[in-house]
């Protein structure tokens, strides 16, 4: 069974601070990683994909991968309080797998 | 961008009805779908179809069927909606080639009565 684990949270930090958002995985045959974002009664949306060891930067995101420890992390700098909200882990297996596997998300609040 | 719809944001029905729930995508995705999530469980596939007429059991398959005629849309279906089926639905689309990610529609939010 592929497991992806993500603190529920809520992860609170004040506004302008850097969240980190961790996530670990246990098939050591992923391949892609995705940070989704959704806030309350929204659908997900993708904000990051790695799928190569290191650090992958966009802005104000950055998503850090580690094969051999088998995690993965968003940073967020100056963080607003327009973050606020949950974020999924997903990852992919390698093989041609079409199907993500979703961490339960973790809720961030970033306060004023 | 990519653009996944869904039939309608809010859904009210009574237990026993039969219930349609649509999605369509315009970035011809071969992959398609349907997901529903309720609190603490966080998302648990019901069906993905990755061709036309095709379509695989995800997690949660049971007192739900899908269907997929056009490859463009991915409907499910609730034959006899009971009140455990009370969810957000969310539908989502992923082009064929593998690693790619999945987009995801605006979700449509069913009580069922």
Known sequence: QKEVEQNSGPLSVP??????????????????????????GKSPELIMSIYSNGDKEDGRFTAQLNKASQYVSLLIRDSQPSDSATYLCAVKSAGGSYIPTFGRGTSLIVHP | DVKVTQSSR?????????????????????????????PGLGLRLIYFSYDVKMKEKGDIPEGYSVSREKKERFSLILESASTNQTSMYLCASSSGTPGKTQYFGPGTRLLVL
């Not at chain 1, 050591?28 to 995705?34: A, D, K, N, V, Y």
């Not at chain 2, 039969?18 to 309720?38: A, G, I, P, S, T």
């Open chain 1, 15 to 40: 506004e302008g601070a850097i969240a980190s958002l961790n996530c670990t995985y246990s098939d050591r045959g992923s391949q892609s990683f995705f940070w989704y974002r959704q806030y309350s």
């Open chain 2, 10 to 38: 809010y859904l009210v029905k009574r237990t026993g009805e039969k219930v349609f729930l649509e999605c369509v995508q315009d970035m011809d995705h071969e992959n398609m779908f349907w997901y529903r999530q309720d």
